[in-house]
Structure formats: structure tokens, C-alpha cells
């Protein structure tokens, strides 16, 4: 197992657009938000403090293919992020962390913690513009460098193409 990432290794590896492969997490498994993908920004350093754009198309509806965004800041407390979100959502926060990522920083997993209105969840991503074949494998021989449990791993969802790579 590698050794958890820092706050230094998190503000290098998270900065850019990331397309979520893998998840358990019901938000992106109704069918109402599909091709889910997050940006992050550095804002600060010190404390560390992104930016996040969780961005998808809506699945269903007369919007169905409408390109969506949720909005929102995470500030890491030394152990995990804490979202808040912008706007109408300002009152709502979550917590996530960074569960393990490649040495190239190409893949990552996330683990999302219980929160207001939603379960407790795992998102595998992978840097938008990566070529990364054959994710699934990737992730299923070396879950715990990922931070993942079999169990967890079992539980995913692989969506569209970037499961495969």
C-alpha cells in the first residue's frame, strides 16, 4: 500500500479535468446526471483550497444531453476536503479524500464520506486526456494502492468508454 498523499502531493496531482470511470455513488448512477467529470483548481495553497466544477449531462427530461454544472470549494482540514458548495448550495457540504492515486497521476480514487441526503461512495478517475487501457484491471491488481476494499471494488459501476480506456 502506498503512503497517504499529502497536502503538497494532493494541490500537484488534483488541478485539471477528470472523467469519473468508476463509481457506486447513486448520484451518478440514476441515469439523471450521466457523464460525470470533475475540474479542480488551486485557489490557495496554504490552506490548500480548490476550486470544483462537477459537471455532467443531464439524462432525462426535456434538458436530456444539457451540459450542467455543480459548483463548489473544497478546503482540506488535514485529513479530508470539505466541500461547500456555491450559490443555493452554500449550505450543503460534504467530505471526500483522495484514497490512493498511479505514479503518474493519470488515476485516482476518491472516497466520498455520508453527507446530508446522500450515502457514503467511491469514484475511480482518470485525468481527462489520458490514455489509460484497461482501467478495470488496473484498479482490480492493485485495489489497495487505490485505497480499495474487495468489497469496494466489487461495488463499482464502470461507465462508458473509460473503463476500458
Do not use: C
Not at 480548490?50 to 451540459?67: C, H, I, N, P, V
Not at 478546503?75 to 456555491?86: K, L, P, Q, S, Y
Not at 505514479?103 to 475511480?124: E, M, R
Amino acid at each position: 500500500m502506498r503512503a497517504p498523499l499529502d497536502e503538497q502531493a494532493m494541490a500537484d496531482l488534483l488541478p485539471g479535468s477528470w472523467i469519473v470511470a468508476a463509481t457506486n455513488f447513486p448520484m451518478w448512477l440514476s441515469g439523471e446526471r450521466n457523464e460525470p467529470r470533475f475540474e479542480y483548481g488551486v485557489l490557495s495553497r496554504d490552506p490548500l483550497v480548490l476550486s470544483d466544477d462537477m459537471g455532467y449531462t443531464e439524462g432525462r427530461g426535456k434538458r436530456a444531453g444539457a451540459l450542467k454544472h455543480i459548483l463548489g470549494r473544497d478546503t482540506f482540514d488535514g485529513e479530508a476536503f470539505v466541500w461547500r458548495g456555491a450559490g443555493l448550495l452554500k449550505l450543503i457540504t460534504s467530505r471526500w479524500y483522495v484514497a490512493g492515486a498511479s505514479d503518474d497521476g493519470s488515476i485516482a480514487a476518491i472516497h466520498f464520506a455520508k453527507s446530508l441526503g446522500n450515502p457514503a461512495g467511491v469514484a475511480v478517475i482518470v485525468r481527462e486526456g489520458s490514455s489509460v487501457p484497461e482501467i478495470r484491471a488496473i484498479i482490480a491488481h492493485s485495489t489497495e494502492d487505490y485505497g480499495l476494499t474487495p468489497e469496494q471494488f466489487a461495488s463499482l459501476s464502470w461507465l462508458g468508454s473509460s473503463a476500458t480506456g
